[in-house]
């Protein structure tokens, strides 16, 4: 994150900050001046993620379940709940902890912005809007969710985490909003994590071919990293409770994504279809105008320029330097 706003925060807990995104929230909020509490279970995020941040004064790092307990001694003035298997592999081989994490993490998390009178900030999803049947999803849309179905677990664990979050603002007068975050992509991302930037780069700068699902013409919108931080920040210091959208508006289908990524780093992967999985969604776009309206936020990285970063990230990582 190269922006320095002081957002006037003394003490944040940022659940899940050992994360791809968590992380860059992590650096940022550092670099305004606010003390960090990193709660993380490294379940799914790396210990190199926020190795760069040991050594800087003010953050912390505590190893622990938020689904069991949030070790923190020092009130916090804002509670950023992060923490929570995000794509839809790492899901899919935790499904219980997914959904501990949705349901008794966001609680352990909710107590702790209460009892310190926190502002709390929910990371949710765009898996709220399931299988959209409305393109693109603004807040109003309820979304076309399968419980039981394949990606039931992601989706349900967020829209429980929104309603018990909605809940405490509502009986307890906790400070609450609620984020639905869409594809985000930027340095950090695990290339084993089964999500389409950093499958398509990991196999490019191996020379492997990359394969794309169905004919490719699913389409998602993807924001780059450090927007997302900016929108996640500024929903945080804004009073709204949303919830509100934040990411990308425009869509890109996976086989010009592949394209793109062959092209931008220049390799000469070859593109196979394989089978598309069930339940993947033909699309997901956000409606921001919420966020434009209320936050004057919107994604400022395109997104050439954002794989173009996030490739020679991932290619100082395969050179084993050290990740920043
Ligand atoms: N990256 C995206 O495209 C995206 C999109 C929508 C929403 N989100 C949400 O943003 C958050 C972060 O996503 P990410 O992409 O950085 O994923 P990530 O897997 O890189 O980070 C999640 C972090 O939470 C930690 N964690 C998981 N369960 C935990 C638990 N029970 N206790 C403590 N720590 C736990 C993991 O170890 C990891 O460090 C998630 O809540 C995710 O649902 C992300």
Redesign the pocket.
Known sequence: MSSAVSHGWEHVVV?????????HLCGALLDSGARVTC????????PE?IAPLLDRPGFLLVQ?????ELPVRQPPDLVL???????SA?CRR?PL??L??GSL?TRNALELARSAGARFVL?????VYGDPQKNPQDERYPGNVDPAGPLGV?AEA?RFAEALTTAYAESHGTDTCIV??????GP???GD?G?AVPTFVRRTLAGEPLTVTGDGRQTRSLCYADD?VAGVLAAAAHGLRGPVNIGCPDEICMLDLARLVVELTGSGSEIRFVERPPGDPAGRRPDITLARDKLGWEPRVGLEEGLRRTIAWFRAEADGAVLA
Do not use: C, W
Request: hydrophobic share 35%; aromatic share 8%.
């Open positions: 659940t899940g900050g050992a994360g791809f995104v968590g992380s709660v993380d279970d490294l379940s799914t995020g790396r993620n622990a379940d938020v689904a069991e709940h992060f923490a929570s298997p995000a794509s790492d935790l902890h997914t501990q994490a993490g990371a949710s999803a765009s898996e992601r967020k639905r975050l869409f594809h985000t992509y950090r991302m695990r994590d999500r997302i």
